[in-house]
């Protein structure tokens, strides 16, 4: 059973700080990785992708992907109170299968 | 509003009725695939379609579920004699789908529908 293991929080950072959520994986040939916001009862929203080692910056947001220690992490600058949602990590096999898979979710609260 | 459209969003009915849900993707989209989403969970993968063959299926995906994609292009999932258990969001997602012996995919979700079964 492959797995992506995110911390279910809450989670709760102040306005205009850094939010830092993490996101292992168990199965090595994973290729690709995603982060998608959700926000209560609405379907999920694309963030970010990542499919190489090392960051990705679109505003805000940053994407961290080490494959070494399975571990991708996405972290939110200058939080603002409409980043309130789940965010949810999720991985693909790439070539090896096309299958995605969802962690459960880190539940955000900025606090205004 | 990514493109991706599914109807209806909402459905009740009665345990041990039949419900058909329909999902229309992006149009470039050659691949589509469906999700089951319960409170406080992430999606779990139910089937995905490459056009209109049936590629992967969850073992999630009991005999009372069925799926199609007739001509490649929208897609229905239909749920038989259906259980309190069946209730949940059932997401669409498709996918460009890039060729060649390295895959990389980004999915893009619909609304859902929101079934209840009572």
């Known amino acids: 059973q492959k797995e992506v293991e995110q911390n279910s929080g809450p989670l709760s950072v102040p306005e205009g700080a850094i939010a830092s959520l993490n996101c292992t994986y168990s199965?090595?040939?994973?290729?690709?990785f995603f982060w998608y916001r959700q926000y209560s009862g609405k379907s999920p929203e694309l963030i970010m992708s990542i499919y190489s080692n090392g960051d990705k910056e679109d505003g805000r947001f940053t994407a961290q992907l080490n494959k070494a220690s399975q571990y991708v992490s996405l972290l939110i600058r200058d939080s603002q109170p409409s980043d309130s949602a789940t965010y949810l990590c999720a991985v693909n096999e790439g070539w090896a299968g096309n299958q995605f898979y969802f962690g459960t979710g880190t539940s955000l609260t900025v606090i205004p | 509003d990514t493109g991706v459209s599914q109807d209806p969003r909402h459905k009740i009915t009665k345990r041990g009725q039949n419900v058909t849900f329909r999902c229309d993707p992006i149009?470039?989209?050659?691949?589509l695939y469906w999700y089951r989403q319960t409170l406080g969970q992430g999606p779990e993968f139910l089937t995905y379609f490459q056009n209109e063959a049936q590629l992967e299926k969850s073992r999630l995906l009991s005999d009372r579920f069925s799926a199609e994609r007739p001509k490649g292009s929208f897609s229905t999932l239909e749920i038989q004699r259906t259980e309190q258990g069946d209730s949940a969001m059932y997401l669409c997602a498709s996918s460009l789908g890039t060729g060649g012996e390295r895959m990389t995919d980004t999915q893009y979700f619909g609304p859902g529908t929101r079934l209840t079964v009572l």
């Open positions: 199965d090595r040939v994973s290729q690709s």
């Open positions: 149009s470039e989209h050659n691949r």
